[in-house]
Nanobody, 127 residues
């Protein structure tokens, strides 16, 4: 049972990246999925979250209008499209899952409440 992130890279300010999170060994159908960022010396913080059926989404204030989260449950994959990247977007990006036992399209409960994590993918925004 694992989550595998990919798509991180070194990119110039103003550039774009599309991160992917793929689940293997289990289905993402019953999980809210979040993208979290951890910068050096800082705590892991939520960037965006999407509910199990994609009905609800949430974005951290600084990424609103620039990032878009989406999911393809048939492929057990969640994406984070990141546009107009800024230096402060730099960090390791992790995807995490939260089991929505009641099937009510809940959003992520925060980093401490997530059930499982991937290994992370590095995003560096620098000129």
């Amino acid at each position: 049972l694992q989550l595998v992130e990919s798509g991180g890279a070194l990119v110039q300010p103003g550039g774009s990246l599309n991160l992917s999170c793929v689940a293997s060994g289990f289905t993402l159908h019953y999980y809210a999925v979040g993208w979290f960022r951890q910068a050096p010396g800082k705590e892991r913080e939520e960037v965006s979250c999407i509910s199990m059926r994609g009905v609800n989404t949430r974005y951290e204030e600084s990424v609103k209008g620039r990032f878009t989260i989406s999911r393809d449950n048939a492929k057990s994959t969640v994406f984070l499209q990141m546009n107009s990247l800024k230096v402060e977007d730099t960090g390791v990006y992790y995807c995490g899952v939260y089991a929505d036992h009641h099937g009510i399209d809940r959003l992520c409960p925060g980093a401490d409440g997530m059930n499982r994590w991937g290994q992370g993918t590095q995003v560096t925004v620098s000129s």
